[in-house]
Nanobody, 125 residues
């Protein structure tokens, strides 16, 4: 089991930027895909972006062009750079880790074996 700790959330005005970080511990980080999901009040949790162990990236259509997911394997950290934020981006953002190594393709909720506690992102209009 891997432990995930997110940080970087906060309150930002529309059009602003935030960078979320997620530090992983407990297993070999560079073998696993990592992802970000979010859940807004009253809505189901949804996929935001993921990055494979080979650094292939995927993002949801709703954030495409505005977010960048990256990873630093030396720091066991995955990042989510979010620009041009909109009020509809307001949500609790979760970091998640794949349950099996070496997987390619987009990361789904069902693939994830570990989740962080979440970091709140609030975008004011």
């Amino acid at each position: 089991q891997v432990q995930l700790v997110e940080s970087g959330g906060g309150l930002v005005q529309a059009g602003g930027s935030l960078r979320l970080s997620c530090v992983a511990s407990g297993r070999t980080f560079n073998r696993y895909a990592m992802g970000w999901f979010r859940q807004a009040p009253g809505k189901e949790r949804e996929f935001v972006a993921s990055i494979t162990w080979t650094r292939s990236t995927y993002s949801a259509d709703s954030v495409k062009g505005r977010i960048t997911i990256s990873r630093d394997n030396n720091k066991n950290t995955v990042y989510l750079q979010m620009n041009s934020l909109k009020p509809e981006d307001t949500a609790l953002y979760y970091c998640a880790a794949d349950s099996v190594p070496w997987r390619s393709g987009i990361l789904t909720e069902q693939d994830c074996g570990s989740w962080g506690q979440g970091t709140q992102v609030t975008v004011s209009s």
